[in-house]
Each structure stands twice: as structure tokens, then as C-alpha cells.
């Protein structure tokens, strides 16, 4: 019987006529003995890596390794936003090529990730954080990137149930907004670059936990796994929360540290925030899913940590800034929240490129901008591991940056890792 | 048939003497005090209760408490609006306000129900396959559509009238449910005298205890039960009080409700409280929850589970219908056929299993009861109710039975979702069928049927209970189990396969999953049980899939033909039941959402016509009334008064740090880049810190008092961070200084007396003090008793003028304030304010705010020549770094503004001459001001290469306001660069 | 909630402390022109998923540093006593 691989709203219609079945999103295959590039971690950027690679390069001889369930990190655990509000050089170009990719996504894919570009407002709270936001929106403008710069009358004609009440805490003083930011449908990205790798002739090897790296010489060549020893011209590291713990299998130290970021929920409504709204007075971001429960988060737990469950206090802490900012959002009613594990840097950005290993790669550190990042972190890796050189978009997030001194600090919060 | 409800006129747990009244719809309908808005609905024969999610399925009531997915109404209105709410679990007060939601026009009649028809099209996952043509963006056309069609009732954007509080406790044995076994565990710890709190969402005790009959002597056990745990003074009994997670470190936090006494937040009244409770040991008794059976339609209204039949019978006198059918595969749904038959129904009893125990049968018997073992219910029919079944036994045809009822049950599952939060992974029973608890963790036990427990619940209960007391030191005779009869869970054998109904088989009521939609993800490889959740939506609903998970992953086990034992449980989250976002803010919000740090001056400054404004958690003047109506312009008048006259400013906020003992001069050397060693007593001096990696860290004065006792000046931002910095160095790495450190930030008032008038108008003020410059030169400190209060004395320049730092103890800081004012008024000394502040020191140029970015090496601020040659430093290694060195970083510089119209903008970025203005220029603009006293715009920024462009003009362009600009690059130092002002 | 024990006020709230990572990293001694060893103490980290022995200040209490036992894959706590003390105790 034939089977319907193509999705389309004509495929729906054939199926629900004639009962066709749908092929399976991605194979199950049994690891071969070698390939020319193994990825370890079957999360967002590990997938998109491995579908690049064979969609761009021609490289389709690739494994990706994931210890448990696809896409079981980070990212199903986030709070689903896209956005390019980069100021420092680097991550401008960087996260607008990110939401280029985004754009194209579900075509590219034919997977409805379900973009969603409603926009994301950025509050202020006082004149110099007004200015720290037209530094940035200005640095957008001159780079491409829409954004208006809102006094507080224009937040208010556009989200009028916020507070702007007398004894509003940290009365909201404008905004910078990017109507291209958004939302997307966090699960889809994994299960559609899976899926579409998978087409390509990308092996997507679920259950299969990297336990060592092979070494050749000063050269690492492929992976010790519970599912056996699988050789590897090229071998990539993009676990998100377990960077450390991985590299250290092969003998690396990372400038990182892993925290617990949380996410919150709650039931779903009937239409009630329209774009994503960032507070300015503490880190707190919120929006509203398709399926109509408000998606919120705020700052890590502060203490390293790799629980995957949240401490509570940080419940209440973001329940605070939600009401401070939407008094309405009292009587709604919190259906879960759960927590990430979140690689840390010393200024808030990530790894990307090579390491001091030969053959291995690194793509980890990716602090609060992992979900956002998947296509680029992905279409970069894919270059880099095709190339064994850095493409130019990440040539600022080498792993010996501290080294030489140049951070990325994005945020300007200092050295410290549990501040980022 | 139609359903038809019967109050019966005896029995219940209500009290027929207190009728309530409440309004659904707009309908006035009356119940009784101890009724559910869901019984009192029934009692008035509301059955339809709402729309599915997805496909718009008529719905009525399928339980009796918080696992209900369907009846989700909407209560209050207005500003008290709160959607969501299951009825089951809402108790009946008097004018409560409800209404159906998610249907148009009405749950009546819902033209959404075409969804329902179009079925085989919206099957799980199908919008993954579409809406994503013709364009790139045309998804953004269809989720308006489907945004309005998503959702279930609608909230309020009001401000919520009502208050919330949060509480904190502490107990030793925190008992999680008060069922037979929590009651059971409660007596016991009780009775062994330690402190016990007994947590129940009901607003009465029992849990299920409460489906027996009033009549039957079950109740006997529970008054009595009751009455032994009401009795001990040291248990602590909490109604309508839901646990809603478990966390580290034995932590419970639970919600009280309050709602149903109708709390007025005018009288302080909470409407939930909000309580973290740390506990010595953790008793979970939350119990088990019945699962419903797969079958064709299982979602019609009047298809209840069996125990919430009996629960209506039994506890509300509600027998909701005439010809009813049970369908089970367990023993415990035969007692809610027993007892529905007592009342004269007409009962059938469908069980799955070949045979049931001889007095099981012989009850029935006896209660009229038509059994009909080996029996399974294929599918239900009706349209907006049931109305039959058909009846599938083994080896016959299938038998349709008319009926207006159907009371199911496959099974129960232990209740472990608040015991799985802490992380223990719930683990599969083969003998019960169900996920039961992992290993206990230390402190933790469970009493009961959430224990899977296949002993009697009270023995359980009493053994567990006695134990946890045991394991916080109790000592006291926790004497025998409660007498009475045994209370076993009827606990069901493992299902059969139910796979590819076909009519809809829902196995999530609440988010429309369907058997086939299970089986559709498990063909397209969606076989994970967390696949499974994410890509059918399944368990995600506000029920949390308490009714649906076990079944799923039953079924999914079944058609990848392996053991559920392998494939795992979901993952529960906390919390367990919904809870109001506001309950878990309560009282942070609004005026309170954070702690705001008023200076010792505060309320002068509001009295004498200050606009505050926030720095941080800080409150301080922004501008004074005197000088203008807005900051924009009185900033002007302030600083037109300081550099020709003299002000006055509130400068309380700075971090103070007091360092003091015989090494206090060799930390102050290591923290600083500069040297403090060689500060002679009397003196202050500017230092600068970095971190470790060589990035400044912040700056400030130091001044010296005595040889041992230094006086250490932070920014207001960093000075919770400096001092933990500092405390960090010597309690970790520099053991062996012999110095203390402490923060005398709050104990301080600070205020500056700036201006070329400002030693004249502290003469006049202080008149007991030498403030020549002989006595107090520039960078001079000293100590006096003035009128019997201790005044520091620092003359420092923020502003660049001839100025003065007055400390005072913070009780005396309005007093010395209102003295100078008024002793200098013949000088014409005001105050000024934070802006005016921020622009004397960009007028000097002296760096703050926006230009410590966190960023910045000392060089970038112009200040390499401070750092020593001849000592080392924190930062210093670090701080050589390839990168920090290099000779093109972005630098401190001063803008003069070319375009005489024009103003320079913070934020602005930076080009040269003959850049394409795009990108990211060669740096930007940090803080801006109009200097009075060179009538031009004027602006501090970070430049490509910093002052090597001395004289050169640039562009800065602002986009945003689309604006560019010509400035040129002058030194930061705008005015008196050779301190004549301040050596006046 | 995470509970720290401190070994000056007792059993608290993490909420009252603050956290400042590896206790076990060796600060080069004051002075030191190592500059490798600065770059390793202020940029690497161990990260174990395990056992840890963290800095933490009891900054709402008696605002001492303190060494804490912890496992980071559990977060069950161990000791903990003053930094003063040493990292090792």
C-alpha cells in the first residue's frame, strides 16, 4: 500500500477519503560502523546540524546520537521564542540569519513549525534603560532589522491592560518592539529536521548514549556508545545542559556551568496577549501559545544543577512579575512548570566551532538563546563540520575566546555565570 | 431516554436546611450547603455541561472531583472573572455566578461541532501537515482562526479585586490526604505527640470514605476516625487545602481556598493563601484515581465513573438515572451498583473478567442486580446523552441495552503525581496494573492506595503514620489501628487491547485524543511516551492527563509489543491541581511587587516637591519643583545652580563599607588597582576595582580615618555585590589579613553641598568647623561632633565644582539637611536632583552609568595610568589579555554636538566622516546632556579607538528616530580640565 | 526548596544565600604572575553531575561564606561548614 510522505492539506484530504497511511516521521535504524559525521545530541541544533549537512553539503553519511527520546532537552522544555534584538557585533548578524531560517522553516521542512511573528514588545522602566534599548534598536536598524522604539503612551495604545496604574512598582517608561520575533512550535523543530535529515539519508538513532570518544593519535575518531563503537571522521558535541559532562569525555574543561532554567503555563484562554511582551524591571517574558495558555519564564534558579526540576521560590518570583505587569493575570490559573538544563558562559554566550581536539566540534553554552538560535547554530555547524573552519557568523564564539579576552557579553552582567 | 436526575429526599452529606442560591446562565437555581456546583447543577438537571476542545463533543460531568476533564465553567464576572474552573470541585456558596464556555453561539447548540464531522481530517497532529500554504507567511492567516477557535473560557483583563497571602510552616510530619488511610496516618502520628498537619482538598474529611452510604457503617468508621484526629491538639486539620507540589528539601507548598466564605479583601480577607511548608517527614495518602473505559463514545454525557456515581448517590442524594449500566473490569464499581439498586434503579452489570468472587455475586444477587460476567462494553450511542450500549459478551452476538446511565471503571491508578516531583520516577504493577511510587525517598513514605497498598487502608495508614512519627523522634503510644471493618482498594486487572474503535474511543476527554489518534502516532513513530504527549497533545490538558496517562501508555505498550514496566511513566509537573497566578504572587504586587530602599531624606525630598524616581530598588529625587515642571529642562536650573552658586544633593544610596584593622591598608591595595597604603590619615582618594578577569568592576572614594580605619565609597548599583566581593576574598582566600568588613550603607545619611558657594554655605551651616583649605584641602577628610551628633566631613567633587560630602547618622540626616538648607539660604543653596547629578559628572566627565557597561578594561576608560607598576591587584593578570590590550577598542570620549539644532541621543551609534552609515558603526553614545556652560549638546561615548581621534567629526546616527548627526570627538573633561574649581 | 545548613544559623532557605560556584578550584596565591593558572581558576569549571562542594554566603543571615556538600544530580545536600575552613573540611 502506498504510503503519504508529502504533507499537504491534500494529503490530509486523501487519507481522510481513503484511509492512506502516513510514513513514519523519521526511521528507526541500527547504528552503522562509520560515518563521516557523528553528531552527539538529538536535540534542535543537533538535527538541524545533520539536516544542513545533507541538505547544503551534500554530506548525508552522518549520525545523529541521542541518549534518550529525540528532542528530549531543551528543546520541548523552553518558552518557545524567536527573536533577532542583538546588539553586539556578531550576534546581530547571527540571530537575524537565525530568523531568516526561521521564516522559511515550514516550507523548507514541509513541517508546520507554526511560526507565529506577532512581535516582541521590550519594556523600560526609566530613561537609561530607554537608551540602553535605542542603542540596540538603532544597532538593528543600521543592520537590517525592523524595530520602532515606543514612548509610553505608544505601549500603552498597544497593550493597554498592562499597569500603568499610580502604584505601578516600576511604572513602564516605552519599549523597543521587533514585529518580526515570535513564537514557535517548539516540538515541531525537532520533528521536523528529524524528519527531514531522515529523508535525506540522515541516520536519527534514538536510546544511544555516548558513554567515551575514540581516539587516533592527538585526533578523535569516533564514539564508545551503548549501542557500540561507531567511528566518525568528524564528531560533533551539541548536548545543551550536559556540554560539561560530554567534553569531558574527552578531556576537556568547558567555561561553563549547568543550571536549571524554568518554564511556566497555564491553562489556556480564549485570546488574551497578542505578541511577546519582555518586562524590563527584572528578567520575565510571557506570551501566548496557539493553544491559549500564557507561556512564561524568568531567571535561572541560580545554582548549578542538573535536576531538570525547579526550585519553587522562582514560581512565585515569576507569578510577581506576571501580575506586576498584567494585573489581570491574577485569576489565571498556573498548570505546570518544569525546568531545562541551561549551559551557562561567562558572558552569556555560546561555544561554536572547533576545539582543541582535532576532528571534534563543539556547539554548547547556549545560555537563554539556545531555542532561538536552532537554524543558525545549526546552518553554521553544517558549514564548519563540512569545511573544518568556523563559517563567519560564529567566528566570535570560539571556545578559546577567554583566552584572548573577547567576550560576547551581550547583557554587560560581568564574569559571572550564575548572574548571566 | 433522557437523563433524569433524582434528588432522593433522605441521606447525602447535605444539609437540606440551607438552600443556596446561584445563578448559571442567568438562570437562578437553588442546591443545598454541602453541594459541588457540579451536584448542584445535576440536582437541577443540568447534564450538558460543555464542548470538547477539539471537536466540539457534547460533554456532561464524568467525575466527581479535581481529575473532572470536561465540566470547566466559567465563575464570576467582571473583574472576578476566572475561567476553567471544574465544577466538581467547586464548592456551592450562596450567589455564586456561572456560565458554559468554548461553543458558539451556545453549548446548546455549538456550530464548532463540524470540527466533530470533519473528524478524520483534524486527527492528531494535522496542523504539523498544513496551513502552510500558498505563502511563507500564510500561517500567520490560518492562527488567527485557529487562536479564536483554541483556548477554553475567556479571562479578564481587570485588575484582580481580590487579595492573596502566603504563609510559612513548619511541621514534623505533614500528612497528604485525608482519606481512610491519611486519617488512619494522621491518628497515629498524632497519638505518638509529635506535630502533625493533616492536608485535605475537600471541604470535608474522608476522601473516599465519603462514597459510602450515610447509612452504611463505613461512616460510622470515618465520624469516628474524625472525631480521634479532631480530638489531638497537636494535629492540625486543613480543609479545601490542596498540596501542589513537592519540592527539595521536604518541602510541601499548598493552596487554601477560601473562596466559598466569600472573602472581602476590604477586611483583609485572603481568597487563597499560599503556604511553603518544610516539614520532617512526608506522609503521601493522596489515594487512587479511577480510570474510565475505552469505548466507542465513552464521552457522552450521563457516562460517569462508577465512583462518582456512587459519590452523587451517596454523598449529594443524587441518583442519576433509572436504567443503569455498570461497566467494569475491578470489584470496587459492583458497591455503586449495590447501592444504586437499594434505590429502586433498574441495574445492569457488565464486568470484563471471566468470573468474581462468590459474595461479590451473592450481593448482587440479593440487590436485584442483572450481572453479566465475560461481558465488555463495545460502544455507547446517543447524541447529547446516552441512551444504550452495546454489550459484547464472550462468544455471543452483541446485545444492545438500553440505558440513561453508565457508571465504568478500568481501574485505579495510585494517585503519584505529587510523589513523583521530587524526581522518583513511578514504577509499573504488574499485580495492580497501575504505576505506583518509586523507592521512597529519605523522610518520605505513602500510606494507602497512592502506595498501591493491597492490605487493608487503615492498618496501612496507622503502620506508616506511627512510622513517620517514629522517624522524627516521637516517642508517645501511637496504640492500635482504628477497629472496624477492612477498607481494600479493588484494584483491577491489566486491560485488554482496545486499539482502532471505531466510533471515537476518547482516552483524553479533555483535549480529544482518541485510541486512534494513539495509534496514528505510534505508525508515524511517535512511540516515546513523551512523543506520544507532545505530538497528540494527550495528558496536556488542565486535568494533567489524570485519567488518561495510565490508559495511554497502556495502549501504546500494547502496539509496540513491549512491557508498560519498560516504557516508563510521564513525567508529572507540579502543580498538581491549577493554581491562581495570584495566589502564588500574593501580596508582591502592585506598590509592593519589590522592596523599594528609601534614603533617610525620603520624605523630605516628597514634602518639598522632589519627583522621585526608581535607581534600582532605590527611590531618589529625579528633580526638584523649584527648578521646572519636568526633568527634561529643570535639570538645567539645578545645574546652573551648582556651577554658579551651590546645591545641595541626597547622595544616602552610595554603598558605604567600613574597613577597618591592622591589614586593612593591604586589602584596600589588593582590591584596588591603585594604592591605598600610602593614603595619609585625613585623606580620601578615588579607587578603582576590577573583577577577576580584569573588566572593571566598580569605583568610588576611600577615605582614611585612622591607620586601621578606612571609609570605602561604592556605586549604589554594586554595592551589594562589592561587599559580598569583599567578604569573599577574605573569608576564602586571604585568610590571614586581619581585617573586618562591614556595610554601614544604612547607617549613614549622605548628602553633597556642591558649587563654588558651597564652602561659604557649610561655614554658615557648621560653624564650629575649619573647612579652609589649609584645614580641608582637596581630598580631605575629617571627623567632628556637631550639637552632640558625629559629622564626617569629605571634601569630593562628583560634579567638578568646589564640593563637600556630609555623612551623618542616618536618624540625624533630615535634621543636618534642613540646618544647611536653611543656615545657607542667604547663598541661595536649593536642592538638586538625580539628573542634574548624572549631568555635572558628564559635564567633568567623571565615568558612571551606562559607560561601567561591565565591558570595559581601565584603558577603555581612560583610567590606565591609575593601575600600579609596583603591587599586584585582582584583575591584573587577566587584565593583560591579547584582546583587552589591543589598540582599537571601543574607549571613553567626549561629543560636542556640531549641528547647532540638533541634540545627540543616547544610544546613538557612531561613524566616521566617510563610513556608509550601516552596521555596527565604531562605537556609541552612553549618557547625554545640554551643558549650560558650553550651550551645546554635549555627550559621553565609547569610540573606536577612543581620544587617538581627538578633533575629528563624526556622525551618529539614530534610526530609530531617524536622525544623524554631526558631532566631534573632544576630550570627556568638557569643563575646567585643570581642577581649578576644585582647588577654589 | 533547597535547605542549607548553615553551620551559624541552621537549617535555611537557599533563598537567603547566595551562590558562588566551585569551592574546589584553587585560587592562584595574591601576586601570582601565573597567568595560566588565573585563566583556569576564573574561566573553567569541573560542572560535575554529582558530587560538589560549592560556595555559598549566607547574605540574609551572618553573611559568612560557606563550603556545602551537594550532589548536583539530586540536589540532596550534604555538610557544610565556613570557607574559612578551607575548601576541604
Given at each position: ?420 | ?407 465504568m471503571s478500568g481501574g485505579w491508578s495510585p494517585t503519584v503525581h505529587l510523589t513523583s516531583h521530587t524526581g522518583v520516577r513511578p514504577v509499573y504493577d504488574n499485580i495492580i496494573g497501575a504505576m505506583v511510587p518509586g523507592p521512597w525517598p529519605a523522610g518520605v513514605s505513602g500510606a494507602g492506595a497512592v502506595a498501591g497498598a493491597r492490605e487493608d487502608l487503615l492498618a496501612h495508614g496507622h503502620k506508616v ?141 516628597v514634602a518639598n516637591g522632589a519627583t522621585m524616581i526608581e535607581a534600582g530598588p532605590w527611590l531618589r529625587p529625579w528633580f526638584y519643583a523649584w527648578a521646572g515642571g519636568e526633568a527634561a529642562t529643570a535639570y538645567l536650573a539645578e545645574m546652573k545652580l551648582v556651577r554658579g552658586g551651590v546645591g545641595i544633593s541626597d547622595t544616602s544610596s552610595l554603598g558605604k563599607i567600613d574597613v577597618q584593622g591592622p ?322 | ?89
Open positions: 500500500m502506498t504510503v503519504l510522505s508529502h504533507y499537504s492539506a491534500l494529503a490530509l484530504a486523501r487519507r481522510a477519503l481513503f484511509g492512506t497511511s502516513w510514513a513514519r516521521a523519521w526511521r528507526k535504524p541500527e547504528p552503522r560502523k562509520t560515518y563521516d559525521v557523528v553528531i552527539v545530541g538529538g536535540g534542535g541544533h543537533g538535527l538541524a546540524t545533520a539536516y544542513y549537512l545533507a541538505s547544503r553539503h551534500g554530506i548525508s553519511n552522518v549520525a545523529v546520537l541521542e541518549r534518550g527520546y529525540l528532542g528530549s532537552g531543551n528543546v520541548g522544555r523552553n518558552t518557545t521564542l524567536v527573536r533577532s534584538n542583538y546588539q553586539m557585533p556578531g550576534n546581530t548578524e547571527f540571530f537575524e540569519h537565525s530568523l531568516q531560517l526561521w521564516e522559511g522553516l515550514s516550507h523548507e521542512l514541509n513541517f508546520n513549525v507554526m511560526l507565529s511573528q506577532r512581535g516582541q514588545l521590550v519594556l523600560a522602566h526609566g530613561p537609561v534603560q530607554l537608551d540602553v534599548l535605542a542603542r540596540k534598536g538603532n544597532t538593528m536598524r543600521l543592520n537590517g532589522i525592523g524595530c520602532e522604539l515606543f514612548d509610553r503612551s505608544d505601549v500603552q495604545r498597544f497593550l493597554p491592560f498592562l499597569d500603568y496604574s499610580t502604584h505601578c512598582r516600576f511604572p513602564i517608561y516605552g519599549g523597543l518592539f521587533q514585529p518580526r520575533a515570535g513564537t514557535v512550535r517548539h516540538d515541531a523543530v525537532a520533528w521536523g529536521y528529524a524528519r527531514a535529515a531522515d529523508r535525506l539519508g540522515v541516520d536519527i538513532i534514538e536510546n544511544c548514549e555516548v558513554s567515551g570518544f575514540l581516539r587516533d593519535g592527538d585526533a578523535v575518531s569516533g564514539v564508545e556508545t551503548n549501542r557500540g563503537r561507531i567511528q566518525a571522521g568528524r564528531t560533533l558535541i551539541s548536548v545543551a545542559g550536559h556540554s560539561s559532562h560530554v567534553a569531558r569525555l574527552a578531556g576537556l574543561r568547558l567555561p561553563i556551568e549547568s543550571h536549571l532554567l524554568q518554564a511556566f503555563v497555564t491553562e489556556p484562554v480564549k485570546p488574551f496577549l497578542d505578541c511577546v511582551v519582555s518586562f524590563g524591571a527584572e528578567l520575565f517574558y510571557i506570551s501566548q501559545s496557539d493553544k491559549g495558555g500564557m507561556v512564561f519564564g524568568g531567571h535561572i534558579d541560580g545554582f548549578n544543577s542538573y535536576t531538570q526540576r525547579g526550585q519553587f521560590p522562582k514560581a512565585s518570583t515569576v507569578a510577581e512579575c506576571a501580575v506586576a505587569l498584567i494585573p489581570g493575570m491574577s485569576r489565571l490559573r498556573l498548570l505546570r512548570h518544569w525546568a531545562g538544563i541551561q549551559d551557562m558562559t561567562p558572558d552569556g554566550s555560546p561555544f561554536m566551532g572547533r576545539t582543541p581536539i582535532k576532528n571534534l566540534y563543539l556547539n554548547g553554552g547556549w545560555c537563554y538563546q539556545g531555542f532561538k538560535a536552532t537554524p543558525a547554530a545549526g546552518w553554521c555547524m553544517a558549514h564548519t563540520l563540512a569545511h573544518g573552519e568556523e563559517h563567519p557568523l560564529i567566528r566570535h564564539l570560539a571556545i578559546d575566546r577567554f583566552e584572548r579576552g573577547n567576550g560576547s557579553d551581550e547583557y554587560g552582567l560581568g564574569l559571572w555565570t550564575y548572574k548571566q | 431516554m433522557t437523563l433524569g436526575t433524582t434528588r432522593l429526599s433522605i441521606g447525602g452529606r447535605i444539609n437540606r436546611e440551607r438552600a443556596l442560591a446561584f445563578r448559571f446562565e442567568g438562570r437562578s437555581l437553588s442546591a443545598y450547603q454541602g453541594d459541588t456546583l457540579a451536584s448542584a447543577l445535576l440536582a437541577n438537571d443540568v447534564h450538558l455541561i460543555g464542548r470538547s476542545f477539539k471537536y466540539h463533543r457534547p460533554r456532561g460531568f464524568m467525575s466527581s472531583g479535581v481529575e473532572e476533564p470536561n465540566a470547566l465553567l466559567t465563575l464570576g464576572s467582571g473583574a472576578r472573572r476566572t475561567p476553567n474552573v471544574p465544577a466538581t470541585t467547586a464548592e456551592l456558596y450562596e450567589g455564586l455566578i456561572c456560565e458554559r464556555q468554548n461553543a458558539w453561539p451556545s453549548v446548546e447548540f455549538d456550530l464548532m461541532s463540524i470540527t466533530g464531522r470533519l473528524a478524520s481530517v483534524f486527527e492528531a497532529g494535522f496542523y504539523y501537515k498544513t496551513f502552510m500554504g500558498p505563502r511563507r507567511g500564510s500561517w500567520m492567516f490560518y492562527e488567527r482562526f485557529i487562536r479564536r477557535a483554541a483556548g477554553l473560557g475567556s479571562a479578564t483583563h481587570l485588575a484582580d479585586p481580590d487579595r492573596y497571602d502566603t504563609r510559612h510552616a513548619f511541621t514534623d510530619v505533614l500528612i497528604i490526604g485525608s482519606g481512610p488511610a491519611g486519617l488512619a496516618a494522621a491518628r497515629a502520628a498524632g497519638r505518638s505527640g509529635c506535630r502533625v498537619t493533616l492536608l485535605e482538598q475537600d471541604f470535608l474529611l474522608g476522601g473516599s470514605l465519603l462514597t459510602a452510604s450515610t447509612e452504611s457503617p463505613d461512616e460510622d468508621l470515618r465520624r469516628s476516625l474524625e472525631a480521634d484526629v479532631a480530638s489531638l491538639p497537636n494535629v492540625e486539620i486543613l480543609r479545601r487545602t490542596t498540596a501542589i507540589g513537592v519540592y527539595d528539601g521536604l518541602t510541601v507548598v499548598w493552596v487554601e481556598r477560601r473562596e466559598s466564605a466569600r472573602p472581602d479583601p476590604a477586611k483583609g480577607e485572603a481568597r487563597e493563601i499560599l503556604v511553603t511548608c518544610r516539614a520532617r517527614a512526608i506522609v503521601h495518602a493522596e489515594g487512587a484515581l479511577e480510570r474510565p473505559l475505552i469505548f466507542g463514545n465513552n464521552d457522552l454525557p450521563g457516562i460517569l465513573l462508577a465512583s462518582a456515581v456512587r459519590t452523587y448517590l451517596n454523598r449529594y442524594a443524587l441518583r442519576l438515572g433509572k436504567h443503569i449500566l455498570i461497566a467494569t473490569n475491578n470489584d470496587s464499581a459492583w458497591a455503586t451498583g449495590i447501592d444504586l439498586a437499594a434505590t429502586g434503579a433498574r441495574v445492569t452489570l457488565a464486568d470484563e473478567r471471566p468470573t468474581a468472587n462468590a459474595s461479590l455475586l451473592e450481593s448482587a444477587r440479593r440487590a436485584g442486580i442483572e450481572v453479566r460476567m465475560a461481558t465488555q462494553l463495545g460502544q455507547a450511542r446517543g447524541t447529547r446523552a446516552v441512551r444504550g450500549a452495546w454489550l459484547r459478551t464472550e462468544g455471543a452476538a452483541a446485545q444492545w441495552l438500553a440505558c440513561d446511565l453508565i457508571a503514620g506511627s512510622g513517620a512519627a517514629r522517624s522524627v523522634g516521637a516517642s508517645g503510644d501511637a496504640g492500635d489501628p482504628i477497629p472496624g471493618s477492612p477498607w481494600t482498594m479493588g484494584w483491577a486487572q491489566p486491560v485488554q487491547n482496545r486499539a482502532k474503535a471505531r466510533s471515537k474511543a476518547f482516552v483524553d476527554f479533555q483535549n480529544d485524543v482518541t485510541t486512534n489518534d494513539v495509534v496514528l502516532a505510534y505508525e508515524e513513530g511517535y512511540e516515546s511516551l513523551e512523543h506520544l504527549k507532545r505530538y497528540t497533545t494527550l495528558g496536556m490538558g488542565t486535568d494533567q492527563g489524570k485519567t488518561s496517562n495510565l490508559a495511554a501508555a497502556q495502549l501504546m505498550a500494547e502496539l509496540r509489543g513491549s512491557d508498560l514496566g519498560a516504557s516508563g511513566a510521564t513525567t508529572y509537573r507540579p502543580p498538581y491541581t491549577p493554581v491562581s497566578v495570584g495566589a502564588l504572587a500574593g501580596r508582591s504586587i502592585g506598590a509592593h511587587f519589590r522592596p523599594t530602599r528609601r534614603t533617610p531624606l525620603h520624605d523630605w525630598h591589614d586593612a591598608a593591604e586589602f584596600l591595595d589588593r582590591i584596588y588597582v591603585n594604592h591605598f597604603a600610602s593614603l595619609p590619615v585625613g585623606k580620601a582618594r578615588y579607587g578603582v576595582m576590577l573583577n577577576d578577569d580584569g573588566i572593571v568592576l566598580d569605583d568610588g572614594t576611600t577615605s582614611r580615618f585612622s591607620e586601621f580605619c578606612y571609609f570605602l565609597t561604592t556605586t549604589t548599583a554594586q554595592a551589594g555585590e562589592v561587599m559580598s566581593r569583599l567578604e569573599f576574598l577574605l573569608q576564602t582566600a586571604w585568610t590571614d589579613l586581619r581585617v573586618q568588613v562591614l556595610s554601614v550603607t544604612d547607617r549613614w545619611a549622605g548628602m553633597s553641598v556642591a558649587g563654588p558657594l558651597s564652602r561659604r554655605a557649610l561655614t554658615l551651616a557648621l560653624p564650629g568647623i575649619d573647612l579652609s583649605n589649609e584645614a580641608l584641602p582637596h581630598m580631605g577628610v575629617s571627623e567632628h561632633v556637631s550639637d552632640g551628633m558625629p559629622v564626617r566631613v569629605l571634601r569630593l567633587s562628583f560634579s567638578g565644582e568646589l564640593a563637600y560630602e556630609i555623612y551623618v547618622p542616618a536618624d540625624r540626616g533630615t535634621a543636618m539637611w534642613e540646618m544647611i538648607l536653611k543656615r545657607a539660604s542667604p547663598l541661595g543653596i536649593k536642592p538638586y536632583g538625580l539628573e542634574a547629578l548624572a549631568s555635572l559628572r558628564i559635564e567633568k566627565g567623571h565615568v558612571a552609568g551606562l559607560e561601567l557597561d561591565h565591558r570595559n578594561t581601565l584603558a577603555d576608560l581612560g583610567l590606565a595610568k591609575m593601575a600600579s607598576q609596583k603591587k599586584a591587584f585582582v584583575g591584573r593578570e587577566l587584565k593583560e589579555r591579547a584582546e583587552l590590550t589591543a589598540p582599537e577598542r571601543w574607549s571613553l570620549v567626549g561629543l560636542e554636538c556640531l549641528d547647532t539644532t540638533a541634540r545627540l541621543r543616547g544610544g546613538a551609534i557612531l561613524f566616521a566622516k566617510e563610513d556608509p552609515i550601516r552596521g555596527h558603526g565604531r562605537g556609541y553614545i552612553t549618557s547625554v546632556m545640554y551643558s549650560t556652560v558650553l550651550k551645546k549638546s554635549i555627550a559621553l561615548a565609547l569610540y573606536r579607538g577612543g581620544l587617538t581621534h581627538r578633533g575629528e567629526e563624526i556622525v551618529c546616527a539614530s534610526p530609530l528616530r531617524g536622525e544623524q548627526v554631526r558631532a566631534r570627538i573632544v576630550s570627556p573633561m568638557f569643563i575646567d580640565a585643570s581642577g581649578e574649581r576644585l582647588h577654589g | 526548596m533547597l535547605r542549607i545548613p548553615c553551620p551559624h544559623c541552621g537549617l535555611r532557605d537557599y533563598t537567603e544565600f547566595l551562590y558562588a560556584g566551585d569551592a574546589t578550584k584553587q585560587r592562584p596565591a595574591h601576586g601570582s604572575s601565573e597567568w595560566r593558572a588565573w585563566y583556569e581558576h576564573v574561566f573553567l569549571f569541573d560542572n560535575p553531575k554529582g558530587a560538589h562542594l560549592e560556595y555559598w554566603q549566607h547574605v540574609q543571615g551572618c553573611r559568612q561564606w560557606l563550603v556545602l556538600e551537594r550532589d548536583t544530580s539530586t540536589n540532596a545536600v550534604g555538610r557544610a561548614w565556613l570557607a574559612r575552613q578551607g575548601a576541604r573540611s
